[in-house]
C-alpha cells in the first residue's frame, strides 16, 4: 500500500472473534503516535471486551487486506464511535473518512439520531478534522486510560457529537 496512490475500493464487515489478533496488530501500529501513555493501546483480552459491549466495522482493500476499523456502539438514540484506527501504510488516504460514514449510515438506520466521540486532550490536531468531519465540541470527560499515563501528563477527553 502506497500513501500516495488514490482512495482504494473498500468493502465493509463487521469484526468476528477471528479477526482479534489482526486487528490488535493493526490498532496498536495506528495508535503509537500516543507517546503520553504506556504500553501497546489493546491487546486480545481488551479488544474481545470492547466487541462485547458494540462492533468492530472492519474496511478491507480490494485485495481483501483490512486497511481499518471503528468501534460502534448503539445506544439507542445515541450511539459511540472509537478506536478508529487506520493501517500505517493506508493512513492519509480518506480510509478514516470513508469508515466513519460508513458506520453512520449503519446507526442512523438502526435509529440512531446523534453519535458521539471523544478525542483526547493530547491529540489536538484531531479536533479540526473531526469538526470537518460535522462534529462539534460538546464538553469534557475524565479519562480513564486502561494503561499507565506518562509521568506529569494531564489527560481528559474532549466529547464531540454529530446529529445524524
Known sequence: MNTH????????????T???????????????????????????????????KGQMLVAEDAQGR???????????????????????AAQRMGIARRMTAEAETRLRAAGC??????????????????????FVEAGTIDFQPNREVKPGVEIHGIQMEKQL
Request: glycine share 6%; aromatic share 8%.
Open 66 to 88: 483490512m486497511v481499518g476499523t471503528l468501534f460502534m456502539e448503539n445506544r439507542g438514540e445515541r450511539a459511540y464511535l472509537g478506536m478508529l484506527a487506520v493501517h500505517p
Open 5 to 16: 496512490e488514490s482512495a482504494p475500493e473498500l468493502r465493509y464487515r463487521i469484526a468476528a
Open 18 to 52: 477471528s479477526d482479534i489478533e489482526p486487528l490488535v496488530a493493526m490498532i496498536n501500529a495506528a495508535f503509537s503516535v500516543e507517546q503520553f501513555l504506556e504500553g501497546t493501546r489493546t491487546d486480545a483480552a481488551r479488544l474481545a471486551d470492547v466487541m462485547a
Open 113 to 134: 439520531r446523534v453519535v458521539e466521540i471523544v478525542v483526547l486532550n493530547m491529540r489536538p490536531e484531531l479536533l479540526p478534522l473531526y469538526r470537518s468531519w460535522g
